[in-house]
């Protein structure tokens, strides 16, 4: 309850801004607590005492100004202001008694949704040249538990696959597909089974052989002259290289299917009515013969301004040509109210650039928001980019196998007579769980240090520790499935049944943020929160051994929404839940 009092009042304060009421730029640690006293309410805070300096106004009228811009809340029965300012709250049990009870067993567990939009999200993405790698696990994770919490809350969802399928290394791919296939056999497709190797073999081809080089060179010129014969040697090559994404995907249990790639190539037919576009508003210049775009206010550390590259001398498009193409279809054909992009933050100037100049080319609706949801590094235990001990990249395959066996050992250690086949399956769950849940659990615009150690410990914020939290709650319903609930009643007296139930009826609240965020580590932070508050209740209140059967089947509802709340929680993480582990 001390959270919702917090929440309320923190969008109070945010009106009180928007009013001009309190300066925009204050920061205010907001202090709730507990009365001694309940003939004061259940929750006071000095908020408005807090605020009488920076706003210019006596405490006691800031505290009816905060009340008037309070959000009405069924939890809260009464507010009044006392002393010199205090607020006190009274909280109304039954309304949040009722609101639990109305919970259990909705499909939604209560989530009122807000207006339903249309969210495009871009995530993955990956360049098909090469094989997926440890920077793509953070794009395709996080943007998949924001798309499965966006859609849990009713939005229009359209997945984006961008991947990256253009471009002029393709030719290099493209000779070397060809070279090894007039050699007959089986050898390209064997190769192609290792794009990273493949990769290497084609560069190294392009860099001894000047036949080769040249190859490649007309190559990319056919391919994007429309030649058929090219045409298809590429979808070949894209095909492949997908099938590994998916199979990556399927291993990590995200929601991406062939139907949502639309890649960079899709874009082509447009570029050059950008270019066209771009020119006719007057904004194109010529930089050693490429036509680039100048904005005032992006400029280099020396002041010089930086241009966004739209078409090389050559004649070649740019990255930053397809984003332009790719906001216009976004705006235009997907009608989209918000573009979400997960993309590494050491992209966010492109980004940046890249919205304002379709912002200002009128490329795009003005109530369409595009949103860059950066994240961070994902670093080794010496701090720096993660790498194989040689040094190379590390596959995403190899990782998630490396998980799987750790998992493995750690789960026959601690069950040494349970049988093979549950080994190997809850070996799966925990180790995808703890590559996912860890980088889930953390800021995405942080760094952070990827460590098994960490991950696969059953203490702290950590997957196992909330998968087996959910086996316990879960496991009390065992014993109990004789017991009929049908007309149970809901009854909050302990201290720590009312924690309990308030924790349980933020979690729409806590959706409704990680959505509008883009942040996941704040619905993992809120599943952490909510099984410690299941153990503190289960400590102090015996549920199938209560005293009356009143509290026994109150405590039993109370336990299913938590089981079924951490259940739907980790289910919009991504991460699959175990009956026993
Ligand atoms: N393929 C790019 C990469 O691997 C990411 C693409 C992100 N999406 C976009 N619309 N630019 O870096």
């Known amino acids: 309850m001390k959270e919702l009092i917090q929440s309320l009042l923190e969008q109070t304060l945010e009106s009180l801004k928007a009013q001009g009421i309190v300066p925009a730029d204050f920061e205010a640690r907001i202090q709730v607590d507990r009365t001694k006293d309940k003939s004061h309410g259940d929750l006071a805070t000095n908020l408005a005492m807090m605020l009488t300096k920076v706003a210019g106004k006596p405490p006691r009228e800031l505290a009816q100004l905060i009340i008037d811009n309070l959000p009405a809340s069924a939890q809260v029965a009464k507010v009044d202001i006392a002393g010199p300012g205090f607020i006190n709250f009274f909280i109304d049990e039954n309304a949040l008694a009722n609101q639990l009870k109305a919970a259990i067993g909705d499909a939604m567990l209560g989530v009122k949704a807000a207006a339903p939009q249309t969210v495009v999200v871009d995530y993955s993405s990956p360049n098909l040249a090469k094989e997926m790698h440890v920077g793509h696990l953070r794009s395709t994770i996080i943007g998949d538990s924001v798309v499965r919490a966006l859609e849990f809350l009713g939005n229009n969802v359209i997945r984006q696959n961008h991947v990256g399928d253009w471009g002029t290394q393709f030719g290099m791919l493209l000779a070397y597909m060809e070279e090894l296939r007039a050699q007959g056999g089986d050898k390209a497709n064997l190769e192609l089974s290792d794009l990273e190797s493949f990769y290497r073999a084609a560069k190294l081809r392009f860099d001894e052989s000047d036949a080769f080089a040249t190859r490649a060179r007309a190559l990319v010129v056919e391919l994007q002259s429309g030649d058929e014969y090219c045409n298809k040697l590429w979808r070949e090559f894209n095909d492949i290289s997908l099938s590994h994404c998916h199979d990556v995907y399927a291993r990590l249990g995200v929601s991406l299917t062939r139907k949502d790639v639309h890649g960079e190539s899709a874009y082509n037919a447009d570029l050059a009515q950008v270019v066209t576009d771009l020119d006719a508003k007057g904004l194109l210049a010529i930089s050693d013969g490429a036509k680039v775009v100048f904005q005032e206010e992006f400029r280099n550390k020396d002041g010089e301004p930086l241009p966004v590259i739209i078409q090389k001398a050559d004649g070649g498009f740019l990255y930053a040509t397809t984003d332009l193409a790719a906001m216009r279809y976004r705006s235009g054909t997907l009608n989209a109210d918000r573009v979400l992009y997960f993309v590494d933050l050491r992209q966010a100037l492109h980004f940046q650039q890249v919205f304002s100049l379709a912002r200002t080319a009128g490329f795009v609706r003005e109530n369409m928001t595009l949103e860059h949801m950066g994240f961070g590094t994902m670093n080794g235990e010496d701090g720096r980019p993660f790498k194989t001990r040689s040094g190379g990249v590390v596959k995403l395959v190899d990782l998630l196998d490396e998980a799987v066996e750790r998992a493995e050992q750690l789960v026959r250690s601690k069950n040494p007579d349970m049988d093979e ?42 997957a196992p520790y909330l998968l087996y939290a959910y086996t316990r709650v879960a496991g009390i319903f065992k014993k109990a499935d004789n017991i009929d609930l049908a007309n149970a009643e809901l009854v909050l007296e302990h201290d720590k049944e009312k924690e309990l139930g308030n924790k349980l009826a933020q979690f729409g609240e806590i959706l409704a943020r990680m959505v509008d965020k883009g942040q996941p580590h704040i619905l993992c932070g809120y599943l952490y929160e909510l099984a410690g508050a299941f153990s503190s209740f289960y400590e102090a209140c015996p549920v199938l051994s209560a005293d009356s059967d009143v509290a026994r089947n109150s405590r039993l509802l109370l336990s299913r929404l938590t089981a079924d709340t951490l259940k739907q929680g980790l289910s919009l993480l991504g991460i699959e839940t175990l009956e026993r582990m």
């Not at 399956?425 to 889930?440: F, H, N, Q, T």
């Open 421 to 462: 086949a549950e080994v190997k399956e809850i070996a799966r769950v925990v180790g995808i769980a703890s590559v996912k849940y860890a980088d889930l659990s953390k800021n995405r615009s942080s760094d952070y240090i990827f460590s098994f150690e960490q991950m696969l410990s059953f203490e702290g914020n950590t």
